[in-house]
């Protein structure tokens, strides 16, 4: 008895302990359950919520899930962290272990890596993403695009007054798009019968799930997993689509290049054809299908988002809609003058910023380490980045952070302003910075000029534009508009 009642004081001292010290605005660390309890309360809004509390804990704050699942994040935003982790002391920050579970359905592809096997993936894709026979084909498949399934698509809905899902026309631009870029053949998901598109609805679902394990402990989800059930059983289904379209792609690649058929420089064939003289050690089908779903992660989704939350905020401001009109009407008289076009690009990192596709990063210690804000980490720690909070956060971009102003990205004499990656880590930083950054702004310019110069959107009236779950920046109820012709 006495003992249960030494029990009994012990808990409500250690609880109101931990309620009254935390002025930070940090989770309170309940006992058992650690922090589990107010992330599940706040999991529908956890973008904004993780904002909140960085902005009241200088930057930084440690994460602790429920007692013995070992599970303890240090989530940051402090710019001096991201250039010490991503950069100074890069060789001690591996994806590390639990990241590569986490992933497991991305394999030994390049974001899932580290070391030798990374930098093996690294040489090989920016060998074959700067090749310039590659880069001539993109900027030609790019263009071929928009004139046969995007502008035949706007054009159709305008005709038709139809409403329109804009994110799901950018998810299916950019998926046609990679699929050329990567196999050489255009699915032909674009189109105005909107053909349904299995492979991609399971890169949403996988995406969904791997948010969730970052939430859910280590071990509840892989007991779940085994007995593949609640999201563990989409994941698998979704994985078993995943894989299915893909090594079907590497057969016909495979038989194509037996009979002498290829004539592309699509990715698949650069990775594949010996001809090329280059390195590539491992040509098997499971090496393939891991470099190419990386491809496919990488290219689909991160651009058509980028373009969804960038016409989202137009619609949102018709001053900037106006300033990228007369930009295009002084500046482009042909197609290729893109890269002239400075407000435009403002507006797009101004997009990137606020609303980053990627959301997050993380990344896991080799060694123990303190980092410049004075956290100790170690090697059974995960230090994740918030890519969302970072741009909301006053002390880094400054009291106006949430507003839309690409003017923030251009200097006084009309340049653009460089900002360093650790600030504006929407592409990383450091040796594993994107490497489709430049492919990414040429689609991003050649699409957004073509819809600035010749439609314009209005808005569903009170349609809902929320941020889903996942580890993608994607819109839960997509962007609903209806089209008209300018
Ligand atoms: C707006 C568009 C894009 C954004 C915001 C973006 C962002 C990022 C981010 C945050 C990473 C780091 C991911 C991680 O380490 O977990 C990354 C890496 C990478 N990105 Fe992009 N990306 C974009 C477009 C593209 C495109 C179009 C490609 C080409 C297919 C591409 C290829 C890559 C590759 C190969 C890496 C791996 C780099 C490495 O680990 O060494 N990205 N990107």
Known sequence: ???????????????????????????????????????????????????????????????????????????????????????????????????????????????????????????????????????????????????????????????????????????????????????????????????????????????????????????VWKVLRWFRIGKERKYKRAWEILDEFIYKCIAKKRAELGKNEVVGVDLLTLYMDKSQNVNVKDASDKFLRDTILSYFIAGRDTTSLALSWFFYLLIKNPRVVSKIRDELEKKMTKIDDFNNLVYLHGALCEALRLYPPVVFQAKGPTKPDTLPSGHEVNPNMQIIFSMYAMARMKSIWGNDCYEFKPERWISESGKIIHEPSYKFLVFNAGPRTCLGKDMAFTQMKVVAATIVKNYEFQALEGHLVVPDISIMLRMKYGLKVQVFKS
């Open 1 to 219: 008895m006495e003992y249960l009642k030494f029990s009994l004081v012990f808990l409500s001292f250690f609880l109101f302990w931990n309620i009254f010290r935390n002025k930070s605005g940090t989770p309170t660390n309940w006992p058992l359950v650690g922090m589990l309890l107010p992330l599940l309360r706040n999991v529908n809004r956890i973008h904004d919520w993780v904002s909140e509390i960085l902005e009241t804990s200088q930057l930084s704050f440690l994460f602790k899930g429920p007692w013995f699942t070992n599970m303890e994040m240090l989530v940051t935003v402090d710019p001096a962290n991201i250039h010490h982790i991503m950069t100074k002391n890069f060789s001690n920050y591996a994806k590390g272990t639990k990241f590569n579970e986490i992933f497991d359905v991305m394999g030994d592809g390049i974001f899932n890596v580290d070391f030798d096997l990374w930098k093996y993936h690294r040489s090989m894709a920016h060998t074959f993403i700067g090749h310039p026979q590659f880069r001539h084909f993109l900027v030609v498949k790019i263009q071929e695009k928009v004139e046969k399934g995007l502008i035949p698509v706007l054009d159709h809905a305008a005709n038709e007054r139809l409403v329109v899902d804009l994110q799901d026309i950018f998810a299916r631009f950019t998926f046609d798009n990679i699929c050329t870029l990567v196999m050489g053949h255009d699915v032909g998901s674009l189109s105005i019968d909107w053909p349904h598109v299995p492979f991609s609805k399971a890169l949403d679902d996988v995406e969904e799930v791997i948010l969730y394990r970052h939430i859910v402990p280590m071990s």
